[in-house]
């Protein structure tokens, strides 16, 4: 198998249903397998993806949802395809983006994992998609609005060209196209993260490993993500926090002194409970 493409669903029939279509209304020059992991959904999602699909599309049931990473993990550790693609399920994948950047990393064998261009529903860009690794300082400039010339201190990259190719630190989790032998190189996603931040984690493990990440701007999909004016879930709220945490106890604590890592342990505390205080006065989806 060439490519391997991995949707974990939970509870979302029609988004899921509709990221799959969108994969499977092109023809592609490769071939292409579509999996995709229930992550014990409590509704008929999983039920009425296998009547819609049949045998067109792979499903694997979990019994339990450990979270975002640890669903995928189900998927990748029986893959055996040269690449695969974590793609989220609440995503529409345009014409050509995936034969694109499928013909891109044929031909750079520098390149470990890949990403596009990520567009929100009122198609603007989803930032996500091109970044820096987070540390303490660009994370500073980002939380007061600060502007910076300096690339360093540019977490979301926003002077780069949009519809550009370059090198980055980081994807997004809702589309990352990774050689196979990759993860068997830098390993799995981490399942300490529920669902968030492990996208993050990989790419800085992928980068560590000598491969470089790539962002090919020229290839485009839809990111149907909820609007940021929304009210979330509380658990929502608290494992995007939980992730901060644990990525920089994970990969920058032990390189830092103590003042520091308190510093940061108590900013990513205020945030989350300032978070969860401005969510109340949010309107429902």
Same mark, same amino acid.
């Given at each position: 198998?060439?490519?391997?493409?991995?949707?974990?669903?939970? %509870?979302?029939? =029609?988004?899921?249903?509709?990221?799959?279509?969108?994969?499977?209304?092109?023809?592609?020059?490769?071939?292409? =397998?579509?999996?995709?992991?229930?992550?014990?959904?409590?509704?008929?999602?999983? *039920? $009425?993806?296998? /009547?819609?699909? $049949?045998?067109?599309?792979?499903?694997?049931?979990?019994?339990?949802?450990?979270?975002?990473?640890?669903?995928?993990?189900?998927?990748? $550790?029986?893959?055996?395809?040269?690449?695969? &693609?974590?793609?989220?399920?609440?995503?529409?994948?345009?014409?050509?983006?995936?034969?694109?950047?499928?013909?891109?990393? +044929?031909?750079? +064998?520098?390149?470990?994992?890949?990403?596009?261009?990520? *567009? &929100?529903?009122?198609?603007? *860009?989803?930032?996500?998609? #091109?970044?820096?690794?987070? %540390?303490?300082?660009?994370?500073?400039?980002? !939380?007061?609005?600060?502007?910076?010339?300096?690339?360093?201190?540019?977490?979301? &990259?926003?002077?780069?060209?949009?519809?550009?190719?370059? =090198?980055?630190?980081?994807?997004?989790?809702?589309?990352?196209?990774?050689?196979?032998?990759?993860?068997?190189?830098?390993?799995?996603?981490?399942?300490?993260?529920?669902?968030?931040?492990?996208?993050?984690? &990989?790419?800085?493990?992928?980068?560590?490993?000598?491969?470089?990440?790539?962002?090919?701007?020229?290839?485009?999909?839809?990111?149907? #993500?909820?609007?940021?004016? @929304?009210?979330?879930?509380?658990?929502?709220?608290?494992?995007?926090?939980?992730?901060?945490?644990?990525?920089?106890? $994970?990969?920058?604590?032990?390189?830092?002194?103590?003042?520091? /890592?308190?510093?940061?342990? *108590?900013?990513?505390?205020?945030?989350?409970? !300032? @978070?969860?205080? !401005?969510?109340?006065?949010?309107?429902?989806?």
């Amino acid at each position: 198998m060439d490519l391997s493409v991995v949707i974990v669903n939970y %509870n979302t029939f =029609e988004l899921t249903r509709n990221t799959v279509d969108s994969i499977l209304k092109y023809q592609y020059p490769f071939d292409v =397998e579509i999996i995709v992991v229930d992550n014990a959904s409590s509704d008929d999602s999983l *039920l $009425k993806l296998e /009547n819609y699909f $049949k045998d067109r599309v792979v499903f694997i049931k979990s019994d339990e949802n450990k979270g975002f990473a640890s669903g995928n993990n189900i998927a990748l $550790k029986n893959i055996s395809s040269k690449y695969v &693609l974590l793609l989220n399920s609440d995503t529409i994948v345009w014409n050509n983006t995936l034969s694109d950047i499928y013909s891109y990393i +044929e031909v750079h +064998e520098s390149v470990g994992a890949c990403g596009c261009q990520v *567009l &929100l529903e009122d198609n603007t *860009l989803d930032k996500a998609c #091109k970044r820096s690794f987070p %540390n303490v300082k660009n994370s500073f400039f980002r !939380l007061f609005h600060i502007p910076t010339d300096s690339r360093d201190n540019d977490y979301n &990259l926003d002077d780069l060209d949009d519809d550009g190719i370059y =090198e980055i630190d980081c994807l997004t989790g809702a589309f990352m196209f990774i050689r196979r032998n990759v993860l068997d190189d830098v390993g799995l996603l981490d399942e300490t993260f529920f669902m968030y931040g492990e996208d993050i984690d &990989l790419c800085f493990r992928i980068k560590q490993a000598g491969y470089k990440i790539m962002y090919y701007g020229q290839s485009k999909i839809t990111h149907l #993500k909820g609007a940021s004016s @929304k009210k979330q879930r509380p658990k929502l709220i608290y494992e995007f926090y939980r992730a901060m945490y644990i990525y920089y106890n $994970k990969h920058h604590a032990s390189q830092s002194s103590i003042f520091v /890592n308190l510093f940061v342990y *108590l900013g990513i505390f205020l945030l989350f409970v !300032l @978070k969860l205080f !401005l969510n109340i006065f949010k309107k429902n989806k």
